[in-house]
């Protein structure tokens, strides 16, 4: 990724709210808040609102990867001490070993193999077209750029997300402007800028015989001059674009899960490819049925009898049939039965299963009868004492 002064200048931990230290997740979760606040969705016609987003998705385009974040890191460090800056008596050269800063091999020589000439993959990684030699060059600007990364959320039902789901997304993101095809122009005629010769770039001086590259400040780096502007993108070229999409969410996703979609997010700048799109799914609840992992859950009530002398209970599925399943003599509540196969569609193919929990269902009413049959039930059974062991075992006996 090439990084221009305009961005080095900008303290990008400072534009999401996080310290420099801050982990992959922190930054995630910054971005994540402040593009919701900040959506042109959410705030339509508020340019200010805009301009928060764009800022902040590009502060998290750069330090969300970590050789970008790592490049504009040693950047801000090496122009904040000012190790670009002639040392005195120096004679227009640099105040530190030029070895160390191109990364050359021991013994190169500045021209030579891995020496100052060669860019031997230090200045010219860390910097990716800052710097120029010569002052001559395109520079990061007029190279193809990759549309940005763009987020959204939708919610599921519990079912979609057991099953998967085609959903429409309407997505908002920077593109080409419509109304000029991206010229900037309302007739669609730009001219030139002479101040860069249509690079996008003027370079200063900045000794040692290189230069530093700043956005030229004439057409605001496009390279293009409108001399009408465009009344929608008023001469930038590019505008707030929205467009609905069907997306296909895969089955088994879970609540809070975030899906990525290569190609599918802002398209690119001069040919670049176009950014990802990262759904983030949100689940509803069902009254029925629970999930844990790649299995579903569900509560079943049984009466006394049927767990006390077994027999075979009728089970509702997700979508589908009911099942049986047998209840051995003697169940106890709180006891977990599987019905293989019912459960969420794995990434393979296959499915989980059905945890069935049984619960003893207590009758409120009773019938004259059933009283009758329990009382003479407690009386067969008085000389058994279900808690006998739990004093047993309270004494430590």
Same mark, same amino acid.
């Given at each position: 990724?090439?990084?221009?002064r ?6 990008l931990?400072?534009v999401?709210g996080? =310290?420099?230290? /801050? ?10 808040? $402040? ?6 969705d959410?705030? #339509? ?7 928060r ?15 970008s974040?790592?490049?504009?890191d040693?950047?801000?460090?090496? !122009? ?5 800056r002639p040392?005195?008596? /120096?004679?227009?050269?640099f ?11 021991? &013994?190169g020589?500045a021209?030579g193999? &891995?020496?100052? &000439?060669g860019?031997?993959?230090? $200045? ?8 120029n030699?010569?002052g001559?060059?395109?520079?990061a600007?007029t190279? =193809? ?6 987020? +959204? ?8 997300? %057991?099953?998967?789901?085609? %959903? ?10 419509k109304?000029? +095809?991206g ?19 003027? +370079?200063r001086g ?5 230069? !530093? ?5 004439d ?5 293009? *001059?409108?001399e ?6 008023r001469g ?10 069907q997306?296909? *969410? ?9 899906i990525r ?23 509803d609840?069902? /009254? ?9 859950t569900?509560?079943? =009530?049984v ?5 006390? $002398?077994?027999?075979? *209970? ?24 599987r019905a293989?196969?019912?459960?969420t569609?794995?990434k393979?193919?296959?499915?989980g ?6 619960e003893i269902?207590? =009758? ?8 009758d ?7 067969a #059974?008085?000389d058994?004492?279900?808690?006998a062991a ?8």
């Open positions: 990724m090439s990084l221009s305009e961005v080095l200048e900008k303290d931990y400072k999401l996080v =310290p420099k230290d /801050a982990t992959e997740a922190e930054i995630k979760k910054a971005y994540r808040k $402040l593009a919701r606040e900040n959506h042109p959410a705030n #339509t016609g508020d340019a200010k609102a805009e301009e987003f764009k800022e902040v998705s590009e502060a998290n385009d750069i330090l969300s990867d970590s050789k974040r790592k490049e504009y040693e950047a801000r460090t090496l !122009l904040g001490s000012g190790g670009f040392g005195p008596g /120096a004679g227009g050269n105040n530190f070993d030029l070895g160390d800063l191109f990364g050359g091999q021991p &013994g020589t021209g193999p &891995g020496g100052a &000439g860019f031997g993959g230090g $200045l010219g990684d860390v910097f990716g077209g800052l710097f030699r010569g001559t060059g395109t520079g600007r190279q =193809p750029r990759r549309g940005q990364d763009v987020e +959204s959320e939708v919610t599921l039902s519990f079912t979609e997300a %057991v099953e998967g789901a085609t %959903v429409p997304l309407r997505m908002s993101s920077s593109a080409a402007c109304a000029c +095809s010229t900037g122009d309302k007739n669609g005629t730009p001219r030139v800028c002479p101040t860069c010769v249509g690079t996008g770039q003027v +370079s900045g000794g040692g015989g290189f230069s !530093l590259t700043d956005p030229c400040m057409c605001k780096g496009r390279g293009l *001059i409108a009408n502007p465009c009344d929608v993108c930038s070229g590019r505008a707030t674009s929205s467009r609905t999409m997306v296909r *969410i895969p089955a088994g996703v879970s609540d809070g899960q975030r979609l290569r190609g599918k997010g802002a398209p690119g700048e001069r040919g670049g490819p176009a950014g990802d799109l990262y759904v983030v799914v949100h689940v609840g069902h /009254a029925v049925f629970g999930r844990r992992g790649d299995n579903l569900v509560t079943v =009530p009466t006394f009898t049927e767990a006390a $002398l077994g027999g075979e *209970i009728v089970v509702p599925t997700l979508g589908g049939p009911p099942v049986k399943l047998k209840l051995p003599p003697g169940t106890p509540g709180g006891r977990t039965m293989r196969g019912k459960g569609t794995r393979d193919g296959t499915r299963d059905l945890l069935v929990t049984v269902a207590v =009758p409120k009413d009773l019938s004259k009868k059933a009283q049959a329990l009382e003479s039930y407690r009386e #059974t008085a058994e004492d279900p808690r739990l004093f047993k075992a309270a004494k430590g006996d």
